[in-house]
């Protein structure tokens, strides 16, 4: 089945990717049946002008910072041949402290800018992305909001040569890696320790069969108690079973 939206071309089945056409902003959707991106499933192309719209805002607010900080480089510059020039020796102590005042209100000002530029670009590109893929394989809310925190830490948001923002997968290690969203999503589904969290479609490798007693993925009775558990029951009942096994 052809997924909307791909983040490459090796995401899709080899016979399937003739479908797809990039995105703007990166990745590739699905061209049905040869239509243009108007005339495709409304939900594909709401969420396809969602990411246009999401990638665009984030290169907006990341331009600005650029702007403000070259003009911040420009005073500086001007201060210092302002100095340089003939200034009243009555004059000159004044004169620097209004200059040095202004820088320092210039780049306190920088700061919170750039601040919120920081909080606004990992709100979408990383706390967006961590839930979306959490939600899609989590057993429940409580498990989902418990995967979150581990997807955003493997997040981080990258500012490109061409000055565009983009989501960065992390390697366990904590560096910068090539993998797409969906590789992380496959990674987290082949991990041991999430599968108390994932749905019983999602969790693999469980060996347990539907409705038996075995280890691996919960059944059904226990999948409903878990969805009745807060974040900490969920956390003491993993942590039993890695302490079981």
């Known amino acids: 089945m052809l997924k909307a939206v791909i983040d490459k071309l090796e995401d899709a089945d080899e016979a399937d990717r003739k479908h797809y056409k990039p995105l703007d902003g990166g990745g590739f959707y699905a061209d049905v049946d040869g239509l243009g991106e108007g005339t495709k499933h409304p939900s594909v192309g709401e969420l396809v002008r969602a990411k246009r719209r999401e990638a665009d805002e984030a290169t907006k607010q990341a331009t600005a910072a650029a702007k403000f900080k070259a003009e911040l480089n420009e005073a500086q510059e001007a201060l210092h041949k302002r100095l340089q020039g003939k200034v009243d020796k009555s004059d000159h102590e004044a004169l620097q402290a209004s200059y040095e005042k202004k820088l320092a209100d210039a780049a306190a000002e920088s700061q919170t800018r750039e601040g919120s530029l920081s909080a606004s670009l990992r709100e979408v590109l990383v706390d967006r992305e961590a839930r979306a893929l959490a939600t899609g394989i989590a057993l429940d809310t409580n498990a989902a909001d418990l995967l979150a925190e581990s997807v955003q830490r ?53 060996g347990a069969t539907p409705g038996g007693s075995g280890s691996g993925a919960p059944s059904g009775s226990k999948q409903k108690n878990m969805a009745l558990m807060s974040p900490a029951e969920l956390v003491a009942t993993i942590d039993a079973k890695h302490a079981a096994g």
Do not use: C, F, M, N
């Open 154 to 206: 493997r997040l981080t948001v990258e500012i490109t040569t061409d000055g565009k923002a983009v989501t960065r997968v992390l390697g366990a290690d904590g560096k910068p890696s090539a993998a797409s969203l969906d590789d992380l999503k496959k990674e987290i589904v082949a991990t041991p320790k999430y599968h108390a969290l994932l749905s019983g479609s999602k969790a693999s490798g469980s």
